[in-house]
């Protein structure tokens, strides 16, 4: 059974920085691609980063390009997300997702809000 566990959440003040971290059990991580997705208050999922199973980039959302960095440690089955140069406009629930790789290495779609599976969610707060 697929379990991601976020955590790395908080609040921060503009132009701060939080990493925040996806723990994956009960599949092998490094054949799946993985990626963040957030929800705003009022605001619909979107999309934030993803990642290929062998650590190349899939996607970044326009809005986090320059400022997010997405990466992974499949020794640890851990997912990560670098936030700098925070927004108040990044406040957001953000969720990290799982899609299992076409033979272990082709993601079959780029924009993690359409991976199969999801964690709870990590709450992150930015202060203007």
């Known amino acids: 059974q697929v379990q991601l566990v976020e955590s790395g959440g908080g609040s921060v003040q503009a132009g701060g920085s939080l990493r925040l971290s996806c723990a994956a059990s009960g599949y092998t991580s490094s054949s799946y691609c993985m990626g963040w997705f957030r929800q705003a208050p009022g605001k619909e999922r979107a999309g934030v980063a993803a990642?290929?199973?062998?650590?190349?980039?899939?996607y970044y959302a326009d809005s986090v390009k320059g400022r997010f960095t997405v990466s992974r440690d499949n020794a640890k089955n851990t997912l990560y997300l670098q936030m700098n140069s925070l927004k108040p406009d990044d406040t957001a629930m953000y969720y990290c997702?799982?899609?299992?790789?076409?033979?272990?290495?082709?993601?079959?779609?780029?924009?993690?809000?359409?991976?199969?599976?999801r964690g709870q969610g990590t709450q992150v707060t930015v202060s203007s």
């Open positions: 997702a799982a899609d299992r790789a076409i033979f272990g290495t082709t993601c079959r779609v780029r924009d993690p809000l359409n991976f199969d599976y």
């Open positions: 990642i290929t199973p062998g650590g190349g980039i899939l």
